[in-house]
């Protein structure tokens, strides 16, 4: 495997000494540069490619925001990540915007390896051969729909609801079949949501982004294919499901507004690449869907055998071509991953492998449903909560 950059930037010459200290195991797979300002950075950016840049936030003259401001427009595809002490707190709003990952000070070698191990997997699922093969046989993939397009530059400029409504009800299409997936049993909802501004209100931004998503792949993948045992609106309501129990396990863990919606944006998209497979690759997806039927295992790995790539990547693959954000690219290309499951910490990742694992077992509780989803004593301490509801 090629040897994968690292750019590490901070001011302080101790921390990044440090760092050079830790780190120097990791010198067969990484090549490391530090850099002491933004400026410094920027410079060495400008000579070699790049695949993952940590900064720190508070640097005299260009600070990390403004680094990483700059690394995304002009190196989008390098992984931004912020390194935080608690006195930074107020600017990890802003940090969000332009960082994948962060990570707090004072800094714990593991994790920051652990972090950039991960988004260098990523980015080399995202760049195997077979997968960009199957997939410029597929001709056109799903569109980013305009409205979703419209809604993100709205959110940008701060827009109001009514506006960010408003954008949405000019698609008259897209937003009759958002109400009725909001009406649907799997939002809860003691009363109906008849007006496009309520389900913005009641659901956030983020989720009405998801469903936009979600439908407008849907509509662009009919197919009048008939597959045993198989329904794209059964595919729907199985993500919409995932994407709820997402977002309670967020809850639950105690992870932030924006990583709520993050994880039930993962959710509701996690099997995209199944969809895309039934309508671009249809006598694969037949014959996937019935051998593991049949021999009992996972689709994702008969797609594994069958094309070294399976729909996990083939969706990730495709919310990473609209930019969606790292973390929903990553709990995507890894909800079929059984280490996903022993990541440390509230990860959205982890979040999603388990409310995957979770959907299946309620709708086929076996003893292989449990050996498949890796559903243990562990697994069921964490979700009983769900029970209770
Ligand atoms: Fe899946
Ligand atoms: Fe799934």
Redesign the pocket.
């Known amino acids: 495997m090629e040897k994968k950059s690292i750019l590490f930037v901070d001011d302080e010459q101790k921390i990044l000494s440090g760092l050079k200290r830790s780190l120097h195991k990791n010198r067969e797979v990484w090549h490391m540069d530090f850099a002491s300002s933004g400026k410094a950075a920027l410079e060495t950016m400008s000579n070699r490619e790049f695949d993952v840049v940590v900064s720190d936030i508070r640097m005299p003259e260009m600070d990390g925001i403004r680094l990483l401001e700059e690394v995304k427009k002009h190196y989008p595809k390098a992984v931004r990540i912020v390194l935080s002490g608690y006195a930074e707190i107020e600017k990890e709003n802003k940090a969000v915007l332009v960082a994948h990952q962060y990570l707090s000070k004072p800094l714990n070698t593991e994790e920051l390896d652990n972090t950039i191990t991960r988004a260098c997997n990523v980015q080399d699922r995202m760049n195997n051969n077979e997968l960009k093969e199957v997939v410029s046989q597929m001709g056109t993939l799903p569109s980013l729909p305009q409205v979703y397009l419209e809604m993100t530059e709205a959110l940008d400029r701060e827009a109001s609801i009514n506006e960010i409504a408003y954008i949405v009800k000019k698609d008259m299409a897209m937003s009759t079949k958002v109400l009725q997936i909001v009406n649907s049993a799997f939002f809860g909802f003691i009363r109906q949501i008849s007006e496009i501004r309520e389900a913005v209100v009641y659901l956030g931004v983020d989720t009405i982004k998801a469903l936009t998503l979600s439908v407008h792949a849907f509509e662009e993948c009919k197919s009048s294919r008939v597959i045993k045992g198989f329904s794209p609106d059964d595919l729907m309501n199985h993500c919409l499901k995932v994407g709820n129990i997402s977002k309670k396990l967020a809850i639950k863990q105690g992870l932030n507004r924006k990583e709520q919606d993050m994880a039930q944006t993962s959710g509701i998209l996690?099997?995209l690449?199944?969809l895309i497979l039934f309508s671009k690759k249809p006598d694969i997806f037949e014959k996937s869907h019935a051998a593991a039927l049949q021999k009992q295992t996972?689709?994702?790995d008969i797609e594994n055998e069958m094309m070294g790539m399976?729909?996990?990547d083939l969706?990730a693959y495709l919310l990473d071509l609209w930019n969606l954000p790292y973390e929903i690219v990553e709990a995507v290309i890894r909800?079929?991953d059984s280490s996903a499951d022993s990541l440390d910490g509230p990860g959205i990742a982890r979040i999603v492998y388990m409310a995957?694992g979770y959907v299946h077992m309620k709708d086929d509780d076996s003893v292989k449903t449990r050996e498949l989803y890796c559903i243990d004593h562990h697994f069921c301490k964490e979700t009983a909560f769900l029970e209770e509801e």
């Open positions: 996690h099997d690449g199944r996972l689709e994702s399976t729909h996990a969706g909800h079929h995957n």
